[in-house]
């Protein structure tokens, strides 16, 4: 166990739907960081939050939000969802000022039909 | 978190034999960079850094190389067993400011028994 928690761990959705993934970043940890890892493209950076501010953008599609709660817990908004937006979505998280202890969660896996 | 099927290199070995995983990176002002490995239905997991100023980094049965003249990075796993067979990334981060990081396209590790 890595510490960070996502939620659901398989998701199953129509094409058009939004969904909503949840991750829990590791106690203490401020920082947390989206990453999509598709068939074709491996790890893409998506968004990274930091003590519930926006710090850094990746590719992150314009249908796609992110969010940081004030208990540190941060979700990704998946809307209009397509076909291609199937892939595993990781969360990681990190203490901000070294990038040491960068941890993943074990991933959402999407599936969009 | 397995791999979704990517078409990855592979690299066979038998069991107790040394493996060398080799990654290219691009951005010659990279200055921090990170081995992961990715075991089915798990996500990636921290293996061993290597800063910028350092060209070898040693952890237990790892070794990191980097070589800046040809932005080459590699990963040496010493006496191989069958719990290393994963996917491999490297990855690496282009911008101090952020804390993104940039992945590799990631090579398949078999261990043979």
């Known amino acids: 166990d890595s510490g960070v928690t996502q939620t659901p761990k398989h998701l199953i959705t129509a094409t058009g739907q939004r969904v909503t993934l949840r991750c829990s970043p590791r106690s203490g940890d401020l920082s947390v960081y989206w990453y999509q890892q598709s068939l074709d493209q491996g790890l893409q950076f998506l968004i990274q939050y930091y003590n519930g501010e926006e710090r850094a953008k990746g590719n992150i599609l314009e249908r796609f939000s992110a969010q940081q709660f004030p208990d540190l817990h941060s979700e990704l908004n998946l809307s209009s969802l397509e076909l291609g937006d199937s892939a595993l979505y990781f969360c990681?998280?990190?203490?901000?000022?070294?990038?040491?202890?960068?941890?993943f969660g074990s991933g959402t896996r999407l599936t969009v039909v | 978190g397995e791999s979704v099927g990517l078409h990855l290199p592979t690299l066979s070995v038998q069991e107790g034999d040394n493996s060398i995983i080799n990654c290219a990176y691009s951005?010659?002002?990279?200055?921090?960079f990170i081995w992961y490995k990715q075991e089915s239905g798990k996500g990636p997991q921290f293996i061993i850094d290597i800063r910028s100023n350092m060209d070898k980094r040693q952890g237990q049965r790892v070794t990191v190389l980097l070589n800046k003249t040809v932005k080459h990075l590699s990963l040496q796993i010493a006496a191989t067993q069958p719990g290393d067979s994963a996917v491999y990334f490297c990855a690496e981060n282009r911008d101090t400011g952020r804390r993104a990081l940039t992945f590799g396209s990631g090579t398949r590790l078999q261990v043979q028994p």
């Open positions: 951005n010659s002002a990279s200055d921090y």
């Open positions: 990681a998280s990190s203490v901000e000022h070294t990038l040491n202890g960068y941890t």
